[in-house]
């Protein structure tokens, strides 16, 4: 299965200059746990989790109203080719222990792979050869 066919495209983004605060009501409006950080040409810049919040405004007592997106978000993630397979997707994610994995084509972001999805993918894959073997094993 390739990326393309796995990956989320309908994106919650937001500008580096935005505030935490606006972030988190973005987090909070769609029920996710980050935002993907991109200028206004849909070049990625970063991302931000709840837990990134949680351990560089909450816990130091930042101030979210006026704490930048940009001085807290994980600059320059590591990012995946639409084109990429799935197997590609898992052991990048699983090697550098990423819960989110930016999708992008020609530089451009494009989609986000999550934990979830592959594991839903996974699943798909593992049932249809649990299928096959249980054919074979009829014959």
Same mark, same amino acid.
């Given at each position: 299965m390739m990326i393309r066919q796995l990956m989320q495209k309908e994106l919650v983004t937001i500008l580096p200059t935005?505030?935490?605060? !606006?972030? #988190? =009501?973005?987090?909070?409006?769609?029920?996710?746990?980050?935002?993907l950080i991109t200028d206004e040409g849909w070049k990625l810049k970063?991302?931000?989790?709840?837990? !990134?919040? #949680? =351990?560089?405004?909450?816990?130091?007592a930042?101030?979210?109203?006026?704490?930048?997106?940009c001085d807290i978000m994980t600059q320059d993630p590591i990012t995946i080719n639409a084109d990429a397979d799935f197997d590609s997707a898992m052991?990048?994610?699983?090697k550098a222990k990423i819960r989110?994995?930016?999708?992008?084509?020609?530089?451009?972001?494009?989609?986000?792979?999550?934990?979830d999805d592959v594991a839903a993918a996974f699943k798909e894959e593992f049932d249809e050869f649990i299928g096959l073997?249980?054919?074979?094993?009829?014959?």
């Open positions: 935005s505030s935490v605060h !606006d972030a #988190a =009501m973005k987090m909070k409006e769609h029920n996710i746990g980050s935002v970063g991302i931000l989790t709840d837990r !990134d919040i #949680a =351990m560089a405004v909450a816990a130091d930042r101030d979210p109203k006026t704490t930048c997106v052991r990048i994610m699983h989110r994995l930016p999708v992008t084509e020609n530089g451009k972001l494009v989609g986000l792979v999550s934990s073997e249980m054919t074979y094993a009829r014959h």
